[in-house]
């Protein structure tokens, strides 16, 4: 029985999970305020739209519970050399639909850096993840095909976003 | 697999639907593998046994390799500030006890039973030494 549901799981072992993601910003400002959530220093806060196309369907099979997307913004300020948060993310359970189309949505998270390093940071990169939930086996993190670009502008910004 | 404890019974529902109470998870946890966002990591704070298992979702990591980062329950609707220690904003390298791999569901329920209804882990060794009384051989 356990060899039987072994080779079950092996079946799916080696899927790749991969798929290709189309990524798009609109407006990007830039804020300095306190981090009331954090050390109530002033801090860099970040504001974008984004746009998000990408076909799931054909990740799902009978082993794939769920998938966890997650789309992060990558860079890298003076403080720090790797920095990456998380602004929006999503889960897809098997049955729902996995056909994403959003145009100009908000993100989900406040984009706040540790430090001061978005004001006129030429390099961010979104891109869009997912976490693989098996029924059973392995829990693989897969990076969509396809990243985008953008940069915060050279001054920060004191109006309404 | 270098982790202080490779298997762990998940005890919550803050990380539901992927994960409920009683699963069990395969952690791994090569000090020099990176947190990277996206990670199931399981953490205990500072001062308290229980381990914590929660994904990542900020990433700040300087030259030297320090690295601060952020976790949050896929079910909760806030990061896990609250949870950290008095003071304590960020999660470093050594609040890490391993990162999630592999999940098994329900398997784990047994030891939850157990420990929430002690006359049932009683009732399992009477069993287990029943057994081991009856096969003899």
Known sequence: ?????????????????????????????????????????????????????????????????????????????????????????????????????????????????????????????????????????????????GSHKFKFPDEYSANRF | TGSESPIVVVLSGSMEPAFFRGDLLFLTNYREEPIRVGEIVVFKIEGRDIPIVHRVLKVHEKEDGKVKFLTKGDNNSVDDRGLYAPGQLWLEKKDVVGRARGFVPYVGIVTILMNDYPKFKYAILACLGLFVLIHRE
């Open chain 1, 1 to 145: 029985m356990a060899a039987l549901t072994f080779c079950c799981f092996l079946t799916t072992a080696f899927n790749s999970h991969k798929a290709s993601v189309y990524l798009g910003t609109g407006k990007a400002i830039v804020k300095n305020v306190p981090d009331y959530s954090a050390n109530r220093e002033k801090s860099d806060l970040g504001f974008i739209v984004f746009d998000m196309t990408a076909d799931l369907t054909k990740i799902f099979n009978w082993n794939v519970k769920q998938l966890f997307l997650y789309l992060t913004a990558e860079y890298e300020t003076k403080d720090h050399q790797l920095n990456q948060v998380v602004i929006w993310d999503k889960i897809i359970r098997r049955g729902e639909n996995a056909m994403l189309d959003y145009r100009s949505i908000n993100t989900k998270y406040y984009f706040w850096d540790y430090g001061n390093g978005l004001k006129g940071n030429k390099n961010v990169t979104l891109t869009l993840s997912w976490n693989v939930i098996p029924n059973a086996g392995t829990l693989p993190k897969v990076m969509g095909e």
